[in-house]
Nanobody
Framework: QVQLVESGGGLRQPGGSLRLSCAAS????????AGWFRQAPGKERDFVAT????????YYADSVKGRFTISRDNAKNSVYLQMNSLKPEDTAVYYC????????????????????WGQGTQVTVSS
């Protein structure tokens, strides 16, 4: 089992920045790929970004490419999402997720690809 706890959400004006953190515990985190998803009210949970076990490969949704950056620090068992140039449409609950990374080179982007989830952190972008 892997336990995930997100933090860093909050309220920002459009154009602002925010950094989300996800702290993992329970297993050797460097064996796991990680991802960020978001869910707006009344909508499905959508993929945002994913990162491989060692941080060597990342992949982003088109809607956040060039604005968001996913990173990880396995020594701290943590994954981060740096969000810049925030837009009102980025408003959502953001979830951290993890799954075993078998080092096949695959990108994991679907909700069903991930086995472990955090409780979510609210991000609101509004003037």
């Amino acid at each position: 089992q892997v336990q995930l706890v997100e933090s860093g959400g909050g309220l920002r004006q459009p154009g602002g920045s925010l950094r989300l953190s996800c702290a993992a515990s329970g297993r050797t985190f460097s064996n796991y790929a990680a991802g960020w998803f978001r869910q707006a009210p009344g909508k499905e949970r959508d993929f945002v970004a994913t990162i491989s076990w060692n941080g060597g490969r990342t992949y982003y949704a088109d809607s956040v490419k060039g604005r968001f950056t996913i990173s990880r620090d396995n020594a701290k068992n943590s994954v981060y999402l740096q969000m810049n140039s925030l837009k009102p449409e980025d408003t959502a609950v953001y979830y951290c997720a993890a799954r075993r990374d078998y080092r096949t080179g695959a990108y994991y982007t679907a909700v069903d690809d991930f086995d472990y989830w955090g409780q979510g952190t609210q991000v609101t972008v509004s003037s």
